[in-house]
């Protein structure tokens, strides 16, 4: 997938990095319990793609003209802003990073790569009436997955199931917007609105608004 930087809306941005190109820029701008994180990942590998994805929302910042503020992370493992100032979602997976930053609300975002064997996994991950629609097909499953996944990020908190607690409305591959809703718990009003988007081999999911 290309490096890219892109203004969604006025309030919102979002970056996505290729690890080897953005890993000659050094870790100056983290924040000192950021640079304490970073050097705690013993993996090289780990630590470029921690580091790309905190380049990824450095960058989508800047497009939408805010510094760069340091994250911390909540006890559900996402992360926020330490200026408390807006909501962000982070990504990294082989080669690389993207993140997404929203003035107002929540955020979620991931990238994954398109494998067979996500229809495997399907029984864990989906319902019935969504294998249905997915109709065997590993590109569907895999955006079905991301968008689950963004959906899991934005709202944040651990113990929400991909299978029980996120559905998803039928969609086709020709759909750039996929619908689902968390039901089944505190937070069984929540609707969700995920842009798709993929380029060979790879998904990139992101909640919009
Ligand atoms: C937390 C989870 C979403 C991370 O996804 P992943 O595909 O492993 O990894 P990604 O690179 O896409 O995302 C990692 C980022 O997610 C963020 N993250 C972690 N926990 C989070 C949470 N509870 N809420 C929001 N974001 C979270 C972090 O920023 C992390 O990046 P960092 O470690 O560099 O800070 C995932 O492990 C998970 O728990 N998924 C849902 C649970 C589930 O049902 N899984 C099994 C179903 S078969």
Redesign the pocket.
């Known amino acids: 997938m290309q490096t890219k930087i892109e203004k969604i809306s006025p309030l919102s941005a979002l970056a996505v990095n290729n690890i080897e190109e953005v890993s000659q820029n050094g870790t100056d701008f983290l924040s000192f319990r950021e640079k304490l994180a970073y050097a705690n990942i013993s993996r090289p590998d780990k630590q470029k793609?921690?580091k790309g994805?905190?380049l990824a929302i450095k960058f989508a910042l800047e497009l939408i003209s805010l510094p760069y503020p340091g994250?911390f992370?909540?006890e559900?493992?996402?992360?926020h802003p330490m200026d408390g100032y807006g909501f962000?979602?982070?990504?990294?997976?082989k080669g690389l990073?993207a993140a997404i930053f929203h003035k107002e609300m929540p955020v979620?975002?991931?990238?994954?790569f398109v494998r067979e064997k996500v229809i495997r996994?399907g029984p864990?991950?989906l319902d019935e009436a969504e294998m249905e629609f997915l109709a065997n097909d590993p590109l569907l499953y895999t955006i079905a997955w991301s968008a689950?996944?963004s959906i899991?990020?934005?709202?944040?908190?651990?113990g929400?199931?991909?299978?029980q607690n996120i559905r998803l409305e039928p969609f086709t591959i020709a759909d750039t917007v996929v619908k689902g809703r968390v039901e089944q718990s505190e937070f069984s009003d929540h609707h969700y609105q995920v842009k798709v988007e993929h380029e060979n081999d790879i998904v990139l999911t992101y909640t919009i608004w």
Do not use: M, N, P, Y
């Open positions: 793609e921690w994805a905190r994250f992370k909540d559900h493992g996402k992360s962000v979602s982070l990504t990294h997976t990073a979620g975002i991931d990238l994954d996994l864990k991950f689950k996944e899991f990020k934005c709202q944040g908190r651990k929400i199931s991909l299978r």
